[in-house]
């Protein structure tokens, strides 16, 4: 049984054909419409979701299925204790594939090992976050024409931010792509990314505290937002809430041609006067988000034998 957990259970070759069937439904979606006529996915969302759960609901209703689940533990059965062994388990009678996203790191690892149905990891905990990845890489192409030999900036909150750590992962399989991290001292990098990711593919990265000063150098901007959920103390969160929002003055030493991104929900981290700069990609990248996950919904089924 084919899950994805981590960006990294995908090949680069098996990345590069999702994004290429993802622009053609694209560009094509009523070819689509009927593709999975009588197909079930479950959404099992242990935890908050606007983008990622609509779009996985809104993928496969656009690929002729329904979609049934939950988009809170508390009105599922883990609030009376069940483990997400079980659920999955159960699950698996109802549904042909399941998007599930957890708090606890490792969750969605642990229902694929008790499933008789494809898992997607919708994110887990500070970990992962493949399905965004996959967003963020098909909006960069998109935008950029190609995913290799560009510098990346990545900025915000770098230790909680399970999306920068998936995102990271699939890169540094790119050719010629520089990492720039820029963050607050408490909110770098883990030392497992740094480690099992940056330092042992061989890729160029540094770190910084000034977003401006590093700026004119980046071809891809990807903001994030300081991760509240994930803070220990309220105080912590309240000093460093604010410690990167991106300005219009700040922009004015940014190239041309750089792309922003952003996983949204944004906080302040990008002033609203940003929208309508033809640099800002956010929404755009909103809008890759239902055509990957549809691309990926079809190539599990079809490896599933569904
Ligand atoms: C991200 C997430 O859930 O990790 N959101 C998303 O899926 N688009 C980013 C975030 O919550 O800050």
Redesign the pocket.
């Known amino acids: 049984m084919r899950h994805l957990i981590d960006i990294r259970d995908l090949t680069h070759e098996e990345i590069l054909s999702l994004l290429d069937l993802a622009d053609d439904i694209m560009a094509h979606p009523d070819s689509y419409r009927e593709r999975c006529r009588y197909k079930k996915l479950a959404t099992l969302f242990f935890e908050p ?1 606007t ?2 759960r609509l779009s996985f609901e809104a993928a496969m209703m656009e690929l002729g299925g329904n979609v049934l689940g939950f988009s809170e533990a508390a009105s599922s059965s883990a609030s009376k204790g069940e483990s997400v062994a079980d659920t999955v388990r159960v699950v698996g009678c109802y549904a042909d594939i399941i998007a599930m996203r957890h708090p606890k790191e490792g969750a969605p690892l642990a229902a694929a090992m008790h499933s008789t149905v494809p898992i997607i990891n919708a ?1 887990d905990g500070g970990h992962n ?1 493949p399905t ?1 990845t996959l967003t963020d890489l098909m909006t960069i192409r998109r935008e950029r024409g190609s995913l290799e030999n560009f510098t990346i900036g990545l900025c915000g909150d770098l230790k909680f ?3 920068v750590h998936s995102l990271i992962a699939a890169l540094t399989r790119c050719k010629g792509v520089k990492f720039v991290c820029i963050s607050p001292d408490e909110l770098r990098l883990p030392g497992y990314v740094k480690q099992d990711l940056l330092s042992r593919s061989g890729c160029g990265y540094t770190e910084a505290r000034d977003l401006a000063e590093v700026l004119p150098e980046l071809d891809v901007l990807y903001m ?2 300081v ?1 509240r959920e994930r803070f220990f103390n309220e105080e912590d969160y309240l000093r460093l809430k604010d410690c990167y929002i991106l300005t219009p003055e700040k922009l004015a030493g940014a190239k041309d041609s750089l792309a922003i991104l952003h ?3 944004r906080v302040n981290e990008i002033d609203t006067a940003i929208d309508s700069d033809k640099r800002a990609c956010y929404f755009r990248q909103a809008l890759c988000g239902k055509f990957v996950r549809m691309a990926l919904i079809l190539k599990l089924l079809e490896e599933a034998g569904k």
């Open positions: 979701s983008r990622t994110g976050h965004q931010g399970r999306t994030t937002r991760q996983p949204l929900p």
